[in-house]
């Protein structure tokens, strides 16, 4: 159980959630699914049944015998850390599937973070992504601006990816029950990003700048940066944005506008 725990890992025991959750991955007979965190496999074998291919991602050897057991010829077993996996070289084996993968999972509440900062990186990887994540998590993720919740996370993920939560799911679901609620959430990725940045590297370094203290205002945010707080306040209104603003009450375009305003040559009035 102790290391259950360190794991962070919940297993997913509602039959009726899981069928919920195969009904929103919707598996096809010509589709990858790559599985992280599989577990005993309360989710894999079913996906098995409906796709082509299963790689299921299990970083706890214990389990192993569950994913095994069932010799399936379509479930190929990953006894990895999913954050270690470079998916790059993985997908360079399975080049037959094309865009016709998925990557799905009951995500440890530990690796969430960072695991969908991942999925940012190598988002030209995953066509379509399934996650039951922390609810709270999921909700940041499809924020909108003016919400108290709305983050970089939010700006990051809808720049390249149609966000949807679909369903929360009670702690009791789960074995163990974890102290939060969870949410299924679906990211599909766009054919290109909704607004498109020069330096994406710097575009995050620029939003973490913009949400770093939300009590205050975007400018005094923004003051931080090597800039003359008078360019700053220029940039704000050639976007139409009040000096008094805050970071969560700044569309998309606005975040854009004013990043390239301030990243790059500033135009004479």
Not at 178 to 201: E, H, T, Y
Not at 222 to 234: F, G
Not at 255 to 266: A, I, N, R, T
Request: charged content about 25%; some cysteine; glycine content about 4%.
């Amino acid at each position: 159980m102790r290391k259950r725990k360190a794991l962070g890992q919940h297993f997913l025991a509602n039959r009726f959630v899981l069928k919920k959750i195969i009904e929103v991955i919707s598996p096809r007979k010509d589709e990858l699914i790559i599985e992280i965190g599989a577990g005993k496999g309360a989710l894999t074998f079913p996906l098995a049944e409906k796709c082509a291919k299963v790689i299921a991602i299990e970083k706890d050897k214990s389990l192993s015998p569950f994913l095994l057991e069932k010799k399936k010829t379509n479930v190929v077993v990953l006894e990895k850390d999913v954050l270690r996996i470079n998916f790059r070289e993985l997908l360079a084996e399975e080049d037959e599937f094309g865009n016709r993968i998925k990557l799905v999972g009951n995500l440890p509440y530990v690796i969430s973070s960072p695991l969908l900062f991942k999925v940012l990186e190598e988002k030209d990887l995953f066509p379509e992504c399934v996650f039951l994540l922390q609810k709270e998590v999921a909700e940041r993720i499809i924020a909108q601006p003016g919400s108290k919740i709305f983050a970089p996370l939010s700006i990051l993920f809808q720049m390249d990816f149609e966000t949807r939560l679909h369903f929360t799911v009670a702690p009791g679901s789960f074995s163990p029950p974890p102290q939060v609620q969870s949410a299924l959430i679906s990211l599909k990725r766009r054919p290109g990003p909704l607004f498109p940045v020069n330096n994406k590297d710097l575009f995050r370094s620029f939003l973490r700048q913009a949400f770093a203290k939300r009590r205050k205002t975007l400018l005094n945010n923004l003051k931080s940066l090597p800039l003359p707080a008078p360019l700053i306040k220029k940039a704000l209104g050639r976007v139409s944005l009040r000096e008094d603003v805050r970071a969560e009450q700044v569309s998309l375009p606005q975040f854009v506008s004013l990043f390239e305003l301030l990243s790059g040559p500033f135009p004479e009035a």
